[in-house]
């Protein structure tokens, strides 16, 4: 089984490497044509809009915009979160490890305080006794959970691995480009500490290596693993979806939009599509979250659609 060495100079080397050895960008993108749809997306959204777009292959940026601006991140950092966990129990994914029922069953945790006593019992229900694989699935998927126990799971891989500044700092080591993803808070807590933030070009990166297979440490199986969780809807167009996305309905009220297309002709595309805006002195924070959500999709879809194949 093949493992990729985790040494920070190892990593780095490779990557150069692999820069070097590159292939021509299999697709190719009108910015022209680009820009000017994303300007008339954009315009009624007004100044205050921030935004952070990425679109590419594992191996090329095909386009930028405001992609170093970091953001709130909101559910979309559960992918780094994933690959942590996973790697932290790498050839014991279907274990069901006992650690997790004396976390999930401790009202005074970080990760837990702030839920109320029927969540904290759905949270025990659900994830005391489950598997790795199946607490990742909760946290990304949310497959036959509540809402609150899909933050929950979050929460519980938080608290596995030594909380939100050991989990940066996991994160970090991982891979260099990495380093925007910073977790600062359990997910529902209070944000006296700060929101979760990425840019868009950094929860890029963790796609790139994915579809790669060649994030730092993981063996083959794992990342089939990880792929297999993040596995969301087909794609009409270009087939099979890994997908992962973040909402946040508070300030600033965040979208985000992430996912990559393995098969997507001669390379497979990623795309990032991250939006925050302070609430609006008129109307509702859930209705300015739906707006956004709408922009995200359709900011995500102008992207795709002016995809072409690359001349050879």
Known sequence: MRR?????????ASLWLAACAAPPAAHRVDRDA?????????APHGATLRVGLWLGEPEHVLYEREAGQTLPVASAIKTAFLIEFFAAH???LDARPAGFAPLCADPTHPAFAHFAAPLRAEITRDL?????????RAMIRGDGVSNGVYNAAANLVTALL????????????RDPDFASLVVRRYMLARRESGDNEASAR????PF???LQASLAGLDD??????RAVLRGSDHAQFGEHLHKSGALDSAPITRVETGAFPNAGAAPLIYVVMLAQDPPARGSAAETGQELGRLALALRDAMLTAVVAAPR
Request: charged share 15%; hydrophobic share 50%; aromatic share 2%.
């Open 4 to 12: 990729t060495p985790i040494p920070w100079l190892a990593t780095v």
């Open 34 to 42: 680009l820009d000017r749809e994303l300007a008339r997306l954009l």
């Open 90 to 92: 790498a050839g014991g």
């Open 128 to 136: 005391a006794h489950a598997s790795v694989r199946e607490v990742g």
């Open 162 to 173: 030594g909380g939100p500044a050991a989990l940066t700092a996991r994160i970090h080591a």
């Open 202 to 205: 950094g929860l890029a990166a």
């Open 208 to 210: 790139q290596r994915l």
């Open 221 to 226: 199986d794992t990342h089939a693993a990880i």
